[in-house]
């Protein structure tokens, strides 16, 4: 059973970056796509963006500018940074498995709690 | 770029049928994908491809996908049902996924 487990800091100041990792169990990262999604408190959710095993990424528009992705094949991770960060940044952040390009996330993680305050 | 329109809540009695909708333009020429969100849990599919139902959700979700809405239909609608929906599409203009607002289901 694939699992997905995201770990980072749960707090982070204001115009810092933002970290997270999210570790795949259970099998490999490699011929899938990975997304990271996030939902602050009482609302919905956004998509961020993916980064597929080859090291291609898709970010959200809105969000492009602060945003970079990497993966790392080796430990079966893949990470998310967003920068110069405010507090409309808080909220649960999700990593997520796609099968391919247009495919829905069948695994995602439990989620993490990053609240961006000084 | 492309937006998902949901209702902010629909109100069902159990045993009936909840449908809950999602408006996008031309979103019948699109892949819809709803997820199913409890509170304090993670999201789970519960419809892919429009219709497509994964192992372990009941026959009573269904998805329909035509013109300008798509809709999720939950048939003889029980308490554990009560969550989030959201709906899902990938947009081809702009290559990112796109979640509608959600809609919460309350079963009377």
């Known amino acids: 059973q694939v699992q997905l487990q995201e770990s980072g800091p749960g707090l982070v100041k204001p115009s810092e970056t933002l970290s997270l990792t999210c570790t795949v169990s259970g099998g490999s990262i490699s011929s899938y796509y990975w997304s990271w999604i996030r939902q602050p408190a009482g609302k919905g959710l956004e998509w961020i963006g993916r980064i597929y095993t080859s090291g291609s990424t898709n970010y959200n528009p809105s969000l492009k500018s602060r945003v970079t992705m990497s993966v790392d094949t080796s430990k079966n991770q893949f990470s998310l940074k967003l920068s110069s960060v405010t507090a409309a940044d808080t909220a649960v952040y999700y990593c997520?498995?796609?099968?391919?390009?247009?495919?829905?996330?069948?695994?995602w993680g439990q989620g993490t709690l990053v609240t961006v305050s000084s | 770029s492309y937006v998902l329109t949901q209702p902010p809540s629909v109100s069902v009695a159990p045993g009936k049928t909840a449908r809950i909708t999602c408006g996008g333009n031309n979103i019948g020429s699109k892949s819809v994908h709803w997820y199913q969100q409890k509170p304090g849990q993670a999201p789970v599919l519960v419809i892919y491809y429009d219709s497509d139902r994964p192992s372990g959700i009941p026959e009573r979700f269904s998805g329909s996908n035509s013109g300008n809405t798509a809709t999720l239909t939950i048939s003889r609608v029980e308490a554990g049902d009560e969550a989030d929906y959201y709906c899902?599409?990938?947009?081809?203009?702009?290559?990112?996924?796109?979640f509608g607002g959600g809609t919460k289901l309350t079963v009377l």
């Open positions: 997520a498995r796609g099968l391919s390009s247009g495919s829905y996330q069948d695994y």
């Open positions: 899902q599409v990938w947009d081809s203009s702009s290559d990112s996924w796109v």
